[in-house]
Structure formats: structure tokens, C-alpha cells
């Protein structure tokens, strides 16, 4: 796959291109937070309460500078959102970043070396797999009892690293038949470098996908763990929390309190599982053969 | 096959030992376990006696075995909350899951290998455009965000269905209610289950069209169009028999993934089954309680794992286990 090529295929793809502009856009917003919200909501000083649930600007009640309203101790909801996507983010850049980074060695590692290595790496992969990451991440952060971005960074990749394993060993297991392989080989090329020059670039088409979806799955699990109050603490800004705090008012018809943290982590998401599609359909080209097909 | 499901048993067993490991650990150090045997309003003389028993004593692995010995009764002490044998709390919690979860696995089944079905004839159809971006919406929202938009539509907005709780339950034998036999129990399930399929409807969708995209391009099913064989002929036997493989192995992976979403399901709507009970037992320290789910859950987990490996030869004669 030529860069030139994959590049063209991109922006002729208006799903990729929309999910990509999506992404960006949380992303500028996340990192630039502290500048263009309105208020920084984890500032005590400057909440009152006179302030709080105040509906969004356009609706009777609503007051400057709370475009999409307040929450129940005044919080400017955009602002909220903002400060929680940067939270969200980080989380997500952290656990791709840990667990892949552990996966790819011990999927290397298997998949280069088999054997015993192979052997425990693939059952914990399995065992792990079927009890899912949610699952483990509930029960360990539960059991804990601490709170905060590392903790939720490693108590999740404590179980994801194995997708990332399970890919990478699959793709070294397929490229070590190939030629090219042999040939190093034959020529003396020592193990360490056959690994690191020829069969790590070729297996990593497969992996970005993996990141991706990862990516995405874990942006709706950070939201989940601390929607159920074992994810993230009260003075950290999330998406999660914002919704956990407002389904108090769902009867109250508090709606903003839900729906506008709903939309930005809905988007978020959906921007980048838009963009693994893509990806996903570039490197399988059986599937393009078929969708192309009669 | 036989010597395959005898280790596949074996390691099961393997796994389950870790566990129970774990668990041990947790029980033994996170909190008194004289206090969760004897339970909170114990006096100390009891507390002594529980001591004594449970032999707190003695060296490590003594104390490990008989924690294994115990757990294979199905004894692991004494609920704090409620005070009952926390098995028996988590067991009159089952019916309520197991229905729920029943429920979802139905819908997103029937739906998600249906309409995958569907939207790989027609892929550029309007219909198919549709339901593809339904079910990415479906696999971006997150399940405990569905159900409160769910609740917010049809509970609170047009008062067409109860917002939480189980409704009336009917009782089959023994601790069995069941909510299906009252038209208010089952008005009580329709969000919850909604809920719950909600994800894994679209992943199976997804995962159906693919391989039925995938297949459709074989040279064999042209063979089969050519031989002018019925559509229902050509797509349901010749292809969705090969494309179901990772779709069952897909199900089968997810039980997991399933149980850990009833948990969030269940808080949403306050449905008064395990996950609801796990989440209020770490909130309230319930150590027994907390072990015995996670005991009962891997069960359940290896069980299943084991019985999707065996169902795969009934799909696949191809597949041979040896």
C-alpha cells in the first residue's frame, strides 16, 4: 500500500474524510480547552450556585455565558464537556500507548519465538479475552478502591494488551512463511534484526486498525467505569461523570444535562471507528474486491 | 474430540485454580475473614470460634486449601449486608439476570445476523446505507448512555414503559420468579433488554455483513447463481453456513463482554439482578459477596467458551479436533 495511493483513497472516502474532521475537532478542543472555554469548571472559586441548572441559551432561563446551560453546582456545561474530552483523550492516548506497546513485544515474542512463550502468552490472551476487559476493569478497579488517570490507564491495560498481542502474533506467524523472510535468513541476518526491519513495518497495517477501534473502545469505557463511580474521582472533569450526575435530573427534565455530554462522546467515537473502516477496508482487500464486485 | 474437550476441561480447571487464588487473596487480605464468616454483629466469642474454624493459624497453603475446600461447597461465608450465605444472595439474584441477558442475546442475534444478511445482498442499497449507520451508531454509544436515552424517551417523555425495577414476577419452582408470564413484567423488560442488545446487535451485524461480503466473491457461491439455485438456497445454505464461523465464535467470545454490560444495564434501570448486587457489594466492602460473583461469573464463562468450541463442529464439518 503506497502512501500516495492510501492518501487518495482517503479523501475520495467522504466517511473517512467526515470522521477524521470529527476527530480533529474534539482533539483541537480537548488540547486547547483551557483557552477557549468559557469557564474553567474544576475552579471552586468562581462556581456559584445561584448559577446552577440553568437551561442553554436559547431557551427561557438561559443566561450568558452558559451556551448549553449549567449543571446542578453551576458548572458551565460546554466547558465541562471541553475539560472531560481532555480527560477522555488522555485515558484513551494512555491505555493504546501501555497496552500496545506491551502487546506488540509479547505478540512479537510469540509469534517470532513460539514455544513456551507462546503457549502463556496465548492462554492468558484467551482467558483474558473471554472475561473482557470491562468485566476485569469493574472488578479491579472495584476491589482497589483508588481512583485516578494512571490507575484507570493501567487497570485497563492490564487486559487490553492481549488484542493487540493476539494481531501482532497472527500477522508474525503469516509473514515468517514469506520469502523475503527466508532470505534474510539465509544471507545471516541475526534474529533481533529480522524482527525489527523486516517483519515489525509488515505487520503493522493490521495493528493500526487494532488501535483505532481500541481507541474507541476504551473512550466509552472510561465514560462507563466512571459513570458506575469506580472509573475516574469527582475532581477529575468527565464525560461519564457529567452524564452520571445528570440522570438525577432525567424526570426533573434536565435534558441538556445528558444530551450534549452524550453527543460529544457519541461523536468522538463515532469519528474514530469512521476512520478504522476506512483503514480496515484499505489493508483487506478482499473486502474491496466484494464490495466492488456485481 | 474427546481427548480435545478433556483438556479443554483440564485447562478450565486450570483457570478456575487461579481464581480461586485470586479470590483467596481477596478474602484473606482484604478484610477480617473471621468477620465475613461470623458476619458484622458478631460476637467475640463467635469471632474466636470462626477463627479457630477457619484455622487463621496456620501456615499459607494450608489456609488456601481449606478456602478450596470450602469454595467447592459452594460456602463462602457469610453475606456483611444482609447476612445471609452470600452464595444464596447471589442465587436468588440469577433469574433476574438470566432473563435479562436472555432476552438481549435473542434480540441482537435475530437482528444482527438478519439485517447483516440483508445489507450484504444489497450493499449500496438506501435501506442498507441505513441500517450500516444505525449500527455504527450502535457499536459508538455506550450501553449505560443508551439505556438513559432510552429512559428519557420512552419512560419519561411518552410514559409508554416503566423507567426501572422488574415489575410483577410470578413464581415457577422454588426461588424462580420469573417476569415473562405478566404483561407488566414484560413491559419491564422491553428497555433493559433493548438496552443491552443494543451493542452487540450491531457488532454481530457488522460482523455478519463482512463475511457474507466476503464470501459472496467466492468462486463457489458464482457456481452455485450459475447453477440458477435459489437466492434463499445460495445465501442461506451456501454462504451464512460459512459466514456464521466467526459469528458464533464472536457470540461465544462475548458472554464476557455480555455479563459485564448486564452490570451496567442493571444499574441503569435498577433491575434487581447480580450485576446490580456486584456493584453495591464493592460500594459496601462485601467481600463475600464479591468472590462469590467472581467465582460463579468464571463458571459460567469457561462453561460457555467450551460449549461454542463443541457447537463449531456442528456448523463445520471442516473443523477436527484433535
Redesign the interface.
Known amino acids: 500500500m503506497s502512501r500516495g495511493r492510501a492518501l487518495r483513497h482517503f479523501l475520495g472516502d467522504p466517511s473517512a474524510v467526515a470522521g477524521a474532521t470529527i476527530l480533529s475537532l474534539f482533539v483541537a478542543g480537548a488540547i486547547f480547552a483551557p483557552l477557549i472555554a468559557p469557564q474553567n469548571p474544576y475552579d471552586l472559586g468562581i462556581l456559584s450556585l445561584a448559577d446552577s441548572l440553568k437551561p442553554p441559551i436559547w431557551m427561557e432561563g438561559g443566561e450568558a455565558p452558559f451556551l448549553l446551560g449549567t449543571d446542578e453546582q453551576g458548572r458551565d456545561v460546554l466547558s465541562t464537556i471541553l475539560y472531560g474530552c481532555r480527560t477522555s483523550l488522555t485515558v484513551a492516548f494512555g491505555v493504546v500507548l501501555v497496552a500496545g506497546t506491551f502487546g506488540m513485544v509479547m505478540g512479537l515474542l510469540a509469534g517470532f519465538y513460539g514455544g513456551f512463550i507462546d503457549a502463556v502468552v496465548m ?1 492468558l490472551a484467551d ?1 483474558f ?4 476487559t ?2 476485569m476493569a ?2 479491579v478497579l ?2 482497589l478502591k483508588q481512583k485516578g488517570v494512571l490507575v484507570l490507564v493501567l487497570a485497563i491495560s492490564l487486559t487490553d494488551w492481549v488484542r493487540y498481542a493476539r494481531t501482532l502474533r497472527g500477522a508474525v506467524l503469516a509473514i515468517k512463511e514469506e520469502d523475503y523472510i527466508n532470505a534474510a535468513r539465509a544471507v545471516g541476518a541475526e534474529s533481533h534484526r529480522i524482527i525489527l526491519r523486516h517483519v515489525l513495518p509488515n505487520a503493522v497495517p493490521p495493528l493500526l486498525v487494532v488501535a483505532a477501534v481500541d481507541f ?1 473502545v476504551v473512550i ?1 469505557l472510561e ?2 467505569l466512571s ?4 472509573g475516574l474521582p469527582v475532581t477529575e472533569p468527565s464525560l ?1 461523570m457529567m ?1 452520571s450526575i445528570g ?1 438525577k435530573y ?2 426533573a ?1 434536565k ?1 441538556w444535562l ?1 444530551v450534549f455530554p ?1 453527543i460529544a ?2 461523536a468522538i ?2 469519528g474514530i ?2 476512520v478504522a ?1 476506512w483503514l480496515r477496508e484499505e489493508i483487506n482487500p ?2 474491496q ?3 466492488k ?1 456485481p | 474430540m474427546g481427548a480435545y474437550i478433556v483438556r479443554r476441561i483440564g485447562q478450565g480447571l486450570l483457570v478456575l485454580l487461579a481464581v480461586s487464588f485470586i479470590c483467596f487473596v481477596i478474602f484473606q487480605y482484604m478484610g477480617d475473614p473471621a468477620w465475613a464468616l461470623a458476619g458484622r454483629y458478631a460476637t467475640p466469642k463467635q469471632l474466636e470460634m470462626v477463627r479457630q474454624k477457619l484455622g487463621l493459624d496456620k501456615p499459607f497453603y494450608v489456609q488456601y486449601l481449606i478456602f478450596l475446600k470450602n469454595a467447592l461447597r459452594g460456602n463462602f461465608g457469610m453475606s456483611f449486608v444482609s447476612r445471609l450465605p452470600a452464595m444464596q444472595v447471589i442465587l436468588e439474584r440469577l433469574p433476574a439476570t438470566l432473563e435479562l441477558a436472555l432476552m438481549a442475546m435473542l434480540i441482537a442475534v435475530t437482528f444482527g445476523v438478519g439485517l447483516g444478511v440483508l445489507v450484504s445482498v444489497s450493499p449500496h442499497s438506501p435501506v442498507s446505507r441505513l441500517i450500516m449507520a444505525g449500527s455504527l451508531l450502535g457499536i459508538s454509544v455506550p450501553t449505560f448512555l443508551t439505556g438513559i436515552l432510552l429512559i428519557m424517551i420512552f419512560a419519561v417523555e411518552l410514559r409508554l414503559l416503566p423507567p426501572f425495577g422488574r415489575g410483577e414476577v410470578v413464581r415457577l419452582f422454588g426461588n424462580w420468579r420469573t417476569g415473562f408470564l405478566t404483561w407488566n413484567g414484560i413491559k419491564h423488560l422491553i428497555l433493559p433488554a433493548l438496552t443491552l442488545s443494543t451493542y452487540q446487535l450491531a457488532v454481530l451485524l457488522r460482523l455478519t455483513r463482512a463475511g457474507m461480503m466476503e464470501i459472496l466473491g467466492e468462486e463457489y457461491i458464482k457456481t452455485a447463481w450459475a447453477k440458477g439455485l435459489p437466492q434463499r438456497s445460495v445465501l442461506f445454505k451456501h454462504a451464512l453456513r460459512n459466514a456464521l464461523i466467526p459469528v458464533v465464535t464472536m457470540i461465544g467470545l462475548q458472554f464476557g463482554e455480555l455479563i459485564a454490560f448486564s452490570i451496567v444495564t442493571e444499574t441503569v434501570f435498577q433491575w434487581p439482578g447480580m450485576g446490580n448486587l456486584l456493584l453495591s457489594a464493592i460500594f459496601e466492602s462485601d467481600q463475600p459477596v464479591i468472590v462469590t460473583y467472581i467465582t460463579f461469573v468464571s463458571i459460567v464463562i469457561l462453561s460457555l467458551n467450551l460449549l461454542v468450541d463443541i457447537l463449531y463442529v456442528f456448523i463445520n464439518p471442516k473443523i477436527r479436533y484433535v
Open positions: 492462554r482467558v479475552y473471554s472475561f473482557s470491562t468485566l469493574i472488578l472495584g476491589l474507541g466509552m465514560a462507563t459513570f458506575l463511580g469506580v461519564g452524564i440522570r432525567v424526570y427534565g435534558w445528558i452524550g462522546l457519541t467515537v463515532v471507528n469512521l473502516d478482499r473486502i474486491k466484494a464490495v464486485g
